[in-house]
T-cell receptor, first 117, second 117 residues
Framework: AQKVTQAQTEISVVEKEDVTLDCVYETRDTTYYLFWYKQPPSGELVFLIRRNSFDEQNEISGRYSWNFQKSTSSFNFTITASQVVDSAVYFCALTPLIYNQGGKLIFGQGTELSVKP | NAGVTQTPKFQVLKTGQSMTLQCAQDMNHEYMSWYRQDPGMGLRLIHYSVGAGITDQGEVPNGYNVSRSTTEDFPLRLLSAAPSQTSVYFC????????????????FGPGTRLTVT
């Protein structure tokens, strides 16, 4: 069975604080993709990053960084120097990298981040 | 490109009514999916398709039908609406996820907010 767990339902920080959103996944597949999506108050889903199971390199994009550790089945997301515009619900998701199974994203429950000025 | 479009944006139905949520994409994506988003549960996969004429069930398929007669369109049908189907529905599309190649993320439509009374 495949499962994604985001144990933090809500996080509240003050602007300029660093914040880490946790994501733990379960899968029996040896090849898979992991994703992070942002859902701002306007409701659309915004793609942030995709990482495949072969690539455990951490990634940094501006104030965003991702830490992928297969040993602990985690794919955590850190926002450095948070801003009010970062306030949103963030989803971690998993999909098997198997022919005809793509397009089947398994989402975590989401973490609602509130950044206060 | 218009990306992924969904119509309508909002809909109110009475219990027992039927309707079709429309989804179209102009990116020639093979994979298309329908998700529903409910508070505290993330997004859950309803049905997905890996190409024209091929569909399969996701995690929560009961009460919904789909068909894929063209690459561009993937409508979701509610045969007899129930209050439990009150939700926000997202359609998504992507290229096929093929191991070892550069692939793309799932593109999400803007969502349809459905209320069943």
């Amino acid at each position: 069975a495949q499962k994604v767990t985001q144990a933090q339902t809500e996080i509240s920080v003050v602007e300029k604080e660093d914040v880490t959103l946790d994501c733990v996944y379960e899968t029996r597949d040896t090849t898979y993709y992991l994703f992070w999506y942002k859902q701002p108050p306007s409701g659309e889903l915004v793609f942030l990053i995709r990482r495949n199971s072969f690539d455990e390199q951490n990634e940094i994009s501006g104030r965003y960084s991702w830490n992928f550790q297969k040993s602990t089945s985690s794919f955590n997301f850190t926002i450095t120097a948070s801003q009010v515009v970062d306030s949103a619900v963030y989803f971690c998701a998993l999909t098997p990298l198997i022919y005809n199974q793509g397009g089947k994203l398994i989402f975590g429950q989401g973490t609602e981040l509130s950044v206060k000025p | 490109n218009a990306g992924v479009t969904q119509t309508p944006k909002f809909q109110v139905l009475k219990t027992g009514q039927s309707m079709t949520l429309q989804c179209a994409q102009d990116m020639n994506h093979e994979y298309m999916s329908w998700y529903r988003q409910d508070p505290g549960m993330g997004l859950r996969l309803i049905h997905y398709s890996v190409g024209a004429g091929i569909t399969d069930q996701g995690e929560v398929p009961n009460g919904y039908n789909v068909s894929r007669s063209t690459t561009e369109d993937f409508p979701l049908r509610l045969l007899s609406a129930a209050p439990s189907q009150t939700s926000v529905y997202f359609c998504a599309s992507s290229y096929s996820f093929i191991m070892g190649t550069g692939t793309d993320e799932q593109y999400f439509g803007p969502g349809t907010r459905l209320t069943v009374t």
